[in-house]
Each structure stands twice: as structure tokens, then as C-alpha cells.
């Protein structure tokens, strides 16, 4: 699981920089609910 968040967080940082980037962005791109990645 930890693998599959730093990789989607490399993508969307990639695009969208670090001040474009959401928490909410990255569990949608994992597929998990927000609630999740913060635990």
C-alpha cells in the first residue's frame, strides 16, 4: 500500500507541483478513501 501512494503522490506532484497537489488527489489516484491515507 505504501508503495502504491508514494508512487501515485510522484505522479500527481509531477503534474501538478507541490502547491497543486491534494491529499484527496492522491487516495483518488490510489483508489482509497481519504480516511485511510491519513491513518
Not at 503522490?9 to 485511510?36: K, L, W
Request: glycine residues 10%.
Amino acid at each position: 500500500m505504501k508503495a502504491r501512494i508514494l508512487a501515485a503522490a510522484r505522479r500527481i506532484f509531477g503534474e501538478y507541483g507541490f502547491h497543486g497537489t491534494t491529499t484527496r488527489m492522491i487516495a483518488s489516484e490510489v483508489g482509497i478513501d481519504i480516511s485511510t491515507l491519513h491513518y
